[in-house]
T-cell receptor, first 115, second 114 residues
């Protein structure tokens, strides 16, 4: 049973560019959340998708956007990249929304470096 | 949203028992306590969850006093491979925080030495 799969594993981009990160949730899960983790910090919640809609959003600018597809996979898009966007981007999948959220499973993340 | 406070770092030696305490003075009645483990360049991994008293699984034990204002993660006989960051989270059952998302603090960096 595959867990959460993220691609690519590493990425280097230039300031001002745009990037798309991808996530396939664990089999049976229907909810996808994205987190940003800067070096030495805990993961910070970006947003959560369920039924192809953004349901929750953390304190991140509109440059961060996402999408969820009918097969529950998801994309995270970041526009106009800044040096401060360099981080490990984590995808977590779970089952159920909003009353009960069962068993978060995290992927290994995408390491984004902005130069 | 209940805030958690943990030590920033802890050191231990192989074979010792490690106890990491988390304070959560404002925990709500419906909140559970969940601990995650994270290795460098990997996503967090669920370790254990509890509501009150004591919970034990094959990896760790979780001790929660009656007032639930704190909790202690106990790792028996640690090995070098237990070196990681450990996060204490308080929120909805089975990992969900306020409004259905997980709220992480900075965690406790555990270093196990030979």
């Amino acid at each position: 049973d595959a867990g959460v799969t993220q691609s690519p594993t590493h990425l280097i981009k230039t300031r001002g560019q745009q990037v798309t990160l991808r996530c396939s949730p664990k089999s049976g899960h229907d909810t996808v959340s994205w987190y940003q983790q800067a070096l030495g910090q805990g993961p910070q919640f970006i947003f959560q998708y369920y039924e192809e809609e953004e349901r929750q959003r953390g304190n991140f600018p509109d440059r961060f956007s996402g999408h969820q597809f009918p097969n529950y996979s998801s994309e995270l898009n970041v526009n106009a990249l800044l040096l401060g966007d360099s981080a490990l981007y984590l995808c977590a999948s779970s089952l159920g929304f909003p009353e009960r959220v069962y068993g978060y499973t995290f992927g290994s993340g995408t390491r984004l470096t902005v130069v | 949203l209940a805030k958690t406070t943990q030590p920033i770092s802890m050191d231990s030696y192989e074979g010792q028992e490690v106890n990491i305490t988390c304070s959560h003075n404002n925990i709500a009645t419906n909140d559970y306590i969940t601990w995650y483990q994270q290795f460098p360049s990997q996503g967090p991994r669920f370790i254990i969850q509890g509501y009150k008293t004591k919970v034990t699984n094959e990896v760790a034990s979780l001790f929660i006093p009656a007032d639930r204002k704190s909790s202690t993660l106990s790792l028996p006989r640690v090995s070098l491979s237990d070196t990681a960051v450990y996060y204490c989270l308080v929120g909805d059952p089975l990992g969900g925080g306020s409004q259905g998302n997980l709220i992480f603090g900075k965690g406790t960096k555990l270093s196990v030495k030979p």
